[in-house]
């Protein structure tokens, strides 16, 4: 099955310096990337997502990329604010038939981001 | 408002008890997921369904069970809990190729 590694576990910077968190996975055939965003005791949001016929996708603040190649792919935020603090997660899919894509996440890192 | 309701919300239960955690969805999706996460930790696909009378075990081994008789409900049950089924359950959903939305998750605590 798809294994999904995720780096760092956690992540600090400072308010306005950029932040970048990267994944790898394991399965070639995997072609959905999602990134959500999990707030404490909250649920998780997606933020942004890309297809793997797509390299780059910006979306204000926040990218992600995409290397096949390499198997990895990227979230960037740039000009990060203290409410961007959270745990963000990656997953990868492939389309399991039926339209349905079944997500493997990797472990999450935990960002802060220091005012 | 179009969105992914469950409850309770917290639930807290002695060992041996039968549980049932509720998941509705207003979102019209065919699709419904349940995921165990503990706090702040990484999330595992418990139980799927692709549609009415359609459910799939996941990735992550669960002595739960779940059910589709409606589109939009999606119960898990567990027939006797145990203090190693604490943890965050999220409901989810989603449409064909297309993102999965998650529910408010239920926080289980087992005593």
């Known amino acids: 099955g798809e294994n999904v590694e995720q780096h760092p576990s956690t992540l600090s910077v400072q308010e306005g310096d950029s932040a970048v968190i990267k994944c790898t996975y394991s399965d070639s055939a995997s072609n959905y990337f999602p990134w959500y965003k999990q707030e404490l005791g909250k649920r998780p949001q997606l933020i942004i997502d890309i297809r793997s016929n797509v390299g780059e996708k910006k979306d204000q603040r926040i990218a992600v990329t995409l290397n096949k190649t390499a198997k990895h792919f990227s979230l960037h935020i740039t000009e990060t604010q203290p409410e961007d603090s959270a745990v963000y997660f990656c997953?990868?899919?492939?389309?399991?038939?039926?339209?349905?894509?079944?997500?493997?996440f990797g472990k999450g890192t935990k960002l802060s981001v220091i005012p | 408002e179009a969105d992914i309701y469950q409850t309770p919300r917290y639930l807290v239960i002695g060992t041996g008890k039968k549980i049932t955690l509720e998941c509705s969805q207003t979102m019209g999706h065919d699709k419904m997921y349940w995921y165990q996460q503990d706090p702040g930790m990484e999330l595992h696909l418990i139980h799927y369904?692709?549609?009415?009378?359609?459910?799939e075990k996941g990735d992550l081994s669960s002595e739960s069970t779940v059910s589709r008789i409606r589109t939009e409900h999606f119960p898990l049950t567990l027939e006797s809990a145990r203090p190693s089924h604490t943890s965050q359950y999220l409901c989810?959903?989603?449409?064909?190729?297309?993102?999965?939305?998650f529910g408010p998750g239920t926080r289980l605590l087992v005593l």
């Open positions: 997953a990868a899919s492939k389309n399991s038939g039926a339209g349905s894509y079944q997500l493997t």
């Open positions: 989810a959903s989603s449409n064909w190729g297309e993102t999965q939305y």
């Open positions: 369904s692709y549609g009415v009378n359609s459910t």
